[in-house]
C-alpha cells in the first residue's frame, strides 16, 4: 500500500515538474531561442565581415558551442540559479541575498549596490532591444521567401510590436497557456532544420573540438577577436534564465535547458555550419535558407511567433524588475495593475509599458535592420553578464564560503570569456553600441538619484523629527479627543510624522485611536504571514505598527488591517482616516547632491504616484498635510 502511494506521489510530482518545464520552455527561453534567427548571421555577415571557409565557420560554430557550455549551462544554468533569493532571482535579488548573508555595512556593500543598480539599468536597455532584433529578424525572412516583400518588413515589424504592447493591460494569462507548446514546436523545428542539413555534411560535428577556437585564433587574431561582438549573440537571454527563476523554479529550467533548448540550438548551429561549408552565399541569412523553399513562409510565421512570445518574456521581465526597483528604493512609485487573480506575478505597469513601446519603435525606425541593432545588442548583454559575475564572486566566497582557490579556478574562466565578450563590443559603440550605454547611464543616474535623494529627505526630517513617545506624553491631556481612528503613515520606523504634527497644529484635535504606520520591505521576495505586523503600543490610545513586505509583493494596506485584532481592536474602513504627508523639496546649497540632481529628485518625486494609489487605500478616506523639506 505504501508503495503504491509512494509510486502515485511520484507520478504527481513528475507530472507537475514536467508541466513547469513546458512553462518555462515558452517563457524562460525565447530570448536564447530566437538568437539562430541572427547569430550566425551577423558573425559572418555584419558589421566585421568574416570568410566564409572551414577555418571560420568550424572555430565560430565551436565558440559558440563552448560558450553555451561554460557560460549559459556552467554559470547561469548550474550555478547561478543556486543563488536563487527564497526562490526569486535577477541582479537586484542577488544583491539582497548577499546584503542578507554578509550584512548592508562593509567594505562591500556601496560598491555592490551601485553594480546592481547598474546591472538592473542595462537590463532595462536589454529589454528595449530584444523586442525590436528578434521581431525584425523574424519578418526580415520575409525578403528570403520573395525579395519583394523588403518594403513590408519595417511597418510589419512595427505593426506587430504595437500590437504586443497594446495587449499588456489585458494580461497574458490566457495567451501565455499557447506560449509553451508554440514554442515546443519552434524548438523541435530548429532541431529537424539542424538535424536535415549535418547529413550533408556530417564532418560539421568536428566543430566540437575546442582545438578549432586555436585554429580560429591563430589564422587571424584581429578578425576572430572582432567575431565575438557577433557570436555572443547567442547567448542573449542566458540572464532571463535566472530572472524568471521565481515563476517555474530551478529543476524545471534546468531540465527544460539540458533536454530540449540546448540540444535543438546546438544542432541549429551545426546546421547552418553545414549549410555555410555547402554554399558560402547563405551566410545572407542561413537561418531561413536551412528550410525547403516551400517552407520558409511557414517558418517565417513560426519564427515570427515565436519572438513575439520572447518579446512578451522580457516585456514582464521589465515589470518585475521595476517592481523590484520601487520596493527596494531604488525608484520611483509607480501604479501597478495586477491582470490576474490567479497568477500572483502577472501585473501591469502602464508608464513602463508606454516608454518600453515608444523607445522599441524608434529603435526599429531609426537602425532599420536588426544587422544594425546587433551592434547595440551585445553591450546590454555582455555588460550584464560581467556584473553577475563580479556579484558572484562575493556570493561564493563570503556567502557559500568556497575555498579561495576554486573560487579564482571557477570565476576565472567566466571573467576570461565575459571580459573577451565585452571587450570585442566595446569597439562596435560607434556603430550603435552607445545606445544601450546611453540608456544605461539615463537610468543609472535616475535610481542612484531617487536613493540617494530619499536618503537624504529621511535624515534632514530626522533633525527636526520628535520621538513619538515624548509626543504621547505631552499630547495625552492637552488636545481635545474625537472619536474613529487615524492612521498617520511614516516613511521611518522612529519618530513622529510631520502629518500628525501638522494636524496637531492646525486641527488641534486627536482622534480616539492614533496609529503610526510604516510600511518596511525587506530584502526577501516574500514574507510570512505570520511575520507580517510589529505593533507597539504606546498607551492611551497610541500604536506604532510596521509592516512588512517582500520585494515582490503588492503593498494593500486595508487588506493587512483587517487582519490585525491586537491593536485596539478591529479596523472599519468607514471610521478609519488616513493622513499622508506630502514633501515639496527646495532645492538648497547644501552638501549631499548637486542641484541638478536635487532638481530631478524632485521631478521624479512629483511624478511618482501617489501613496494612496501605491498603498490601496480608500480614496475618500485620505487626508493629505504638506510641508517643505530642503535636502
Known sequence: MTDVSNSHHSDSSKAGLAKLAVGAVGVVFGDIGTSPLYAMKETFVGHHRLAVDLVHVFGVVSVMFWSLVILVTGKYVFLTLRADNKGEGGSLALLALIQRKTGSGGRWSNGLVLLGIFATALFL?????????????????LTVVQSHFAPYVLPAAAGILIGLFLIQKRGTDRVGKLFGPVMIVYFATLAVLGVSSIVHRPDVLQALNPVWIYHFFANDPYRAFLALGSAVLALTGAEALYA????????????????????????????????????????????????????????????????????????????????????????????????????????????????????????????????????????????????????????????????????IGVI????????????????????????????????????????????????RMSEVGLPLDIFAKSARNSTAKVPGTAIFMNSGSHGTPSALLHNIKHNKVLHDRVVVLTVQIADVPYVQPQNRYEIHDMRDGFYRVVLHYGFMEETDIPAALKEMEMCGGKFEMMQTSFFLSRQTLLSADKPGMAIWREKLFAWMMRNAATPMEFFRLPTNRVVELGSQVEI
Open 244 to 407: 524568471d527563476i521565481g515563476h517555474f523554479g530551478r529543476k524545471p529550467i534546468q531540465l527544460a535547458w539540458l533536454y530540449l533548448i540546448f540540444p535543438a540550438l546546438l544542432l541549429n548551429y551545426l546546421g547552418q555550419g553545414s549549410l555555410l561549408l555547402r554554399n558560402p552565399a547563405a551566410a545572407e541569412n542561413p537561418f531561413f535558407l536551412l528550410a525547403p523553399e516551400d517552407l520558409r513562409l511557414p517558418l517565417v510565421l513560426l519564427a515570427t511567433a515565436a519572438t513575439v512570445i520572447a518579446s512578451q518574456a522580457v516585456i514582464t521581465g521589465a515589470y518585475s524588475v521595476m517592481q523590484q526597483a520601487v520596493q527596494l528604493g531604488v525608484m520611483p512609485r509607480l501604479r501597478i495593475s495586477h491582470t490576474s487573480a490567479s497568477a500572483h506575478g502577472q501585473i501591469y505597469i502602464p508608464v513602463v509599458n508606454w516608454s518600453l513601446m515608444l523607445l522599441v519603435i524608434l529603435l526599429v525606425v531609426s537602425f532599420g535592420e536588426s544587422s544594425n541593432l546587433a551592434a547595440a545588442y551585445g553591450i546590454a548583454v555582455t555588460g550584464t553578464m560581467i556584473c553577475t559575475t563580479i556579484m558572484l564572486t562575493v556570493l561564493v566566497r563570503r556567502v557559500w564560503n568556497w575555498p579561495l582557490p576554486l573560487v
Open 125 to 141: 536597455g536589454d529589454c528595449m532591444i530584444t523586442p525590436a532584433i528578434s521581431v525584425l529578424s523574424a519578418v526580415e525572412g
Open 412 to 459: 576565472s574562466v567566466f571573467f576570461l570569456l565575459d571580459g573577451a565578450y565585452f571587450a570585442a563590443n566595446l569597439t562596435k559603440i560607434p556603430d550603435g553600441g552607445w545606445f544601450p550605454l546611453l540608456v544605461g547611464a539615463i537610468t543609472f543616474t535616475m535610481l542612484t538619484t531617487w536613493a540617494k535623494g530619499r536618503r537624504l529627505m529621511r535624515e
